[in-house]
T-cell receptor
Framework: QKEVEQDPGPLSVPEGAIVSLNCTYS??????FMWYRQYSRKGPELLMY????GNKEDGRFTAQVDKSSKYISLFIRDSQPSDSATYLC???????????????FGQGTILTVHP | DGGITQSPKYLFRKEGQNVTLSCEQN?????MYWYRQDPGQGLRLIYY???????QKGDIAEGYSVSREKKESFPLTVTSAQKNPTAFYLC????????????FGQGTRLTVV
């Protein structure tokens, strides 16, 4: 079983739709939870990150972390064609242990927003 | 402008050859990383370095080697021992190990011909 599981999609939605992207994980030591956006043939760029449980909002993007369920989500409101990309969740464990500092990624979800 | 530069963007290698991928950063970051990306598998960690002259194996280090002689540079060599080297390689850096904000280069597409 992979430490981080993410539905690869692909996901296709109409412009203006609300998009929900999700990841589950198995390592209870994960403390930082990130979402990256990657356009085709480019490097990933950090969208936002949260520490431990809770919600964080940045414009049209909202990240949620539920540590009790080992489940994180990214919501995109009023989706735009420019949001079409691969979205990758990533996690870092807390200090200590052999995995400290290692960024672990999900498989990525391919999103297409059509006009 | 600060950032991470990977070169070349595209690289072709004959079977049995070693090739070196370049990664340079001017962000004054201590930690640097190499990832491999294959379709449908996300990013997998090859090597990472927390400080100059020190580096650690990631999850898929076999067939790869790195060096960290300067803070700004973290080159990756793909050796002939790597059985399936065709992939998209990404270099990243962060202020330190365990910091959430990692910045990525634009990647190198390696193809074995």
């Amino acid at each position: 079983q992979k430490e981080v599981e993410q539905d690869p999609g692909p996901l296709s939605v109409p412009e203006g739709a609300i998009v929900s992207l999700n990841c589950t994980y198995s390592n209870s030591a994960f403390q930082y939870f990130m979402w990256y956006r990657q356009y085709s043939r480019k490097g990933p760029e950090l969208l936002m990150y949260t520490y431990s449980s809770g919600n964080k909002e940045d414009g049209r993007f909202t990240a949620q972390v539920d540590k009790s369920s080992k489940y994180i989500s990214l919501f995109i409101r009023d989706s735009q064609p420019s949001d079409s990309a691969t979205y990758l969740c990533a996690m870092i464990p807390n200090a200590g242990g052999t995995s400290y500092g290692k960024l672990t990624f999900g498989q990525g979800t391919i999103l297409t927003v059509h006009p | 402008d600060g950032g991470i530069t990977q070169s070349p963007k595209y690289l072709f290698r004959k079977e049995g050859q070693n090739v070196t991928l370049s990664c340079e950063q001017n962000l004054n970051h201590d930690a640097m990383y190499w990832y491999r990306q294959d379709p449908g598998q996300g990013l997998r960690l090859i090597y990472y370095s927390q400080i100059v002259n020190d580096f650690q194996k990631g999850d898929i280090a076999e067939g790869y080697s790195v060096s960290r002689e300067k803070k700004e540079s973290f080159p990756l060599t793909v050796t002939s021992a790597q059985k399936n080297p065709t992939a998209f390689y990404l270099c990243a850096s962060s202020i330190g190990l365990g910091v959430a904000e990692a910045f990525f280069g634009q990647g190198t597409r390696l193809t074995v011909v």
